[in-house]
């Protein structure tokens, strides 16, 4: 097992350019998370996926967000139009649901930095 | 978040040196997660807390969680380089709640 994977590690973009980020789960993991973590903070949730159905989406996610896992195993988070205001670390983890309640164990990826000039 | 009150904001020791990192919530905890994270990297999952009372250790890195689950601490036993980068805890307040809440995390440097 290789960990939770992302891509690109780094993104530069000018304001305004549509930016697509990507994540690869642990395989077999069901749930799938994405976080926004700015400098100096902790990391804040932005949506999240059970299999392939997006579950919840937090209020941080405006309309420029948009979010897939269309097959249940990788995701994307796409930013259009982006503003300075997104630069930051963008966070993927993931979970195996193993009860039907409690919670999971999140394990994270290494983040893709955003850099909006 | 406001939710989860870290403390101290950063830390600098010298090497051999034990330290104490706490996690403070003004509401019952349901789990306390405890991650750490290099400097632009991803969260490194070190220990997840229950009950109340409990205890875990992983190597010189020991975490509990009072009795009223209202706060966490991670002691570090001599502290080594190894050991520097930032802590954070993640909570959860109710049973099958799939986002955490983080902390604004601790920023810890050791000192060779």
């Not at chain 1, 290789?2 to 780094?10: A, F, I, L």
């Not at chain 1, 976080?35 to 999240?48: A, H, K, N, V």
């Not at chain 2, 950063?10 to 019952?28: A, P, R, Y």
Request: net charge positive.
């Amino acid at each position: 097992d290789t960990g939770v994977s992302q891509n690109p590690r780094h993104k530069i973009t000018k304001r305004g350019q549509n930016v697509t980020f990507r994540c690869d789960p642990i395989s077999e993991h069901n749930r799938l998370y994405w976080y926004r973590q700015t400098l100096g903070q902790g990391p804040e949730f932005l949506t999240y996926f059970q299999n392939e159905a997006q579950l919840e989406k937090s209020r941080l996610l405006s309309d420029r967000f948009s979010a897939e896992r269309p097959k249940g195993s990788f995701s994307t988070l796409e930013i259009q139009r982006t503003e300075q205001g997104d630069s930051a670390m963008y966070l993927c983890a993931s979970s195996s649901q193993k009860r039907t309640s409690g919670t999971d164990t999140q394990y994270f990826g290494p983040g893709t930095r955003l850099t909006v000039l | 978040s406001q939710e989860l009150e870290q403390s101290p904001q950063s830390l600098i020791v010298q090497e051999g040196k034990n330290l104490t990192i706490n996690c403070t919530s003004s509401k019952t905890l349901y789990g306390l997660y405890w991650y750490k994270q290099k400097y632009g990297e991803g969260l490194i999952f070190l220990m997840m807390l229950q009950k109340g009372g409990e205890e875990k250790s992983h190597e010189k890195i020991t975490a509990k969680l009072d009795e009223k689950k209202q706060q966490s601490s991670l002691h570090i036993t001599a502290s080594q380089p190894s050991h520097a980068g930032i802590y954070l805890c993640g909570a959860v307040f109710t049973s099958g709640t799939y986002k955490y809440i983080f902390g604004t995390g601790t920023r810890l440097k050791v000192l060779a």
